[in-house]
């Protein structure tokens, strides 16, 4: 008898365990995947809104195709999940599975930090970015202060790559010169969870384009005119700001998650305390053999959507061998003027996380364009 598969999300997790799952599976078998939005577009094209080079004809995928991969797509949002009793709700529409992929991501918690949906624009949407596009391009002196609320959020290297590609364009406007440039952020350096080291090659590259960086600034309240901290106050005209994320408000409901805000799994199978249920991506709270939470990187979700699929057909068809995931990935820094510096990291080393920084390139940039394209064309080609 066919099995129900269930994934919830249609970000980089939930679509490579879908194609995956679909690939290695008998027809007899379904996969279904819910999203509340048709539309796809990776994360990391956000920041390209600020320079005018986002391509949406070849960076916004439609979900709907998935249906011709044999994939049963469906638009809604969920609404319960009882993991024990194998039944979801989408709307009020029950769906039963047998087996369950999270991959539902992280929310954003403008409200968290008072005066943030006032006073700042949203780094992290759509619509906040092009609002910063609009302020950057009449933009000819002042303060910009680029803000983080908390910890942790999605894509470790984005507030510094955002700063760059920000520095980027004011120099090619003529404005540069005139407007200071201000990063605060809680973390005591850049890619924390890779050490010090690998944080001061980022100050580097800060410090070369005469961006001043404010480390271990826990945010209290944005203002008008300033972004208040524990530690001082910081003036400014404009405020660009990345806001607290939480796990989406269903997960809690159902008791999935735990004291850490996230869903425990298992760091090898992503696993979750309930049977034939799984957590991928930044819904998940995995832990690095250190103890810390693994970075939310869209790489990382797509490898670990990858072990999933592969474990479950392993079990359902009895095809393959059975996989753990590694905490390997590879991030692409952007850094202005059409370069990037690519990150490989190993998070599951030991006795701490690995790394390799190739200096930024016309090349580093080519790959991420690469990168985007591959997956666009596999998911919804």
């Known amino acids: 008898m066919g099995k129900n598969i269930l994934v919830l999300g249609g970000g980089f997790g939930g679509l490579a365990a879908a194609h995956a799952l679909r690939k290695g599976l008998s027809e007899d078998h379904r996969v279904t995947l819910v999203d509340m939005n048709p539309s796809f577009a990776m994360g990391l094209t956000k920041l390209w809104i600020l320079n005018d080079s986002r391509d949406e004809a070849n960076m916004v995928g439609n979900r709907t195709a998935l249906n011709k ?72 002196r002042g303060t910009v202060n680029i803000v983080v609320c908390g910890l942790p959020f999605k894509c470790p290297p984005a507030p510094y790559e955002a700063s760059m590609i920000i520095d980027d364009i004011l120099r090619k406007n003529g ?52 972004v208040v901290t524990e530690g001082g106050k910081f003036e400014h005209d404009f405020v660009f700001a ?15 998650t735990d004291e850490s805000g996230w869903i425990p799994v298992n760091p090898a199978t992503m696993a979750t305390n309930a049977p034939n249920v799984y957590a991928v991506g930044d819904n998940a709270g995995t832990k690095i053999p250190k103890g810390l939470l693994l970075p939310r990187a869209g790489v990382l979700a797509e490898a670990q959507g990858k072990i999933v699929a592969q474990n479950l057909i392993k079990e359902i068809e009895g095809k393959g061998d059975a996989a753990n995931f590694t905490g390997e990935g590879v991030c692409f820094m952007e850094v202005g003027d059409g370069k990037a510096a690519p990150v490989r990291s190993n998070f599951y080393a030991q006795p701490q996380p690995k790394w390799e920084f190739t200096p930024p390139s016309a090349q580093g940039f080519r790959e991420k364009q690469q990168f985007l394209s591959e997956r666009m064309k596999a998911w919804f080609g």
């Open 175 to 226: 404005a540069r010169s005139n407007v200071n440039l201000h990063l605060i952020t809680p973390e005591p350096h850049p890619l924390t969870i890779l050490g010090p080291e690998a944080g001061k090659l980022v100050t580097d590259l800060l410090r070369e384009r005469e961006i001043e960086y404010n480390p271990s600034q826990k945010v209290v309240e944005i203002q008008r005119n300033a």
């Open 242 to 256: 990345v806001p607290v994320h939480v796990a989406p408000r269903v997960l809690k409901e159902a008791g999935l």
């Open 69 to 140: 991969h044999g994939i049963n797509f469906l638009e809604g949002e969920v609404t319960a999940i009882n993991a024990v009793g194998g039944e979801v709700r989408v709307g009020r529409q029950p769906l039963r599975f047998d087996y369950l992929i999270i991959a539902m991501g992280a929310d954003y918690s403008p409200a968290a930090t008072p005066g943030f949906g006032k006073h700042a624009s949203n780094l992290y949407t759509e619509s906040g970015c092009a609002q910063i596009r609009d302020v950057l391009r009449s933009l000819q």
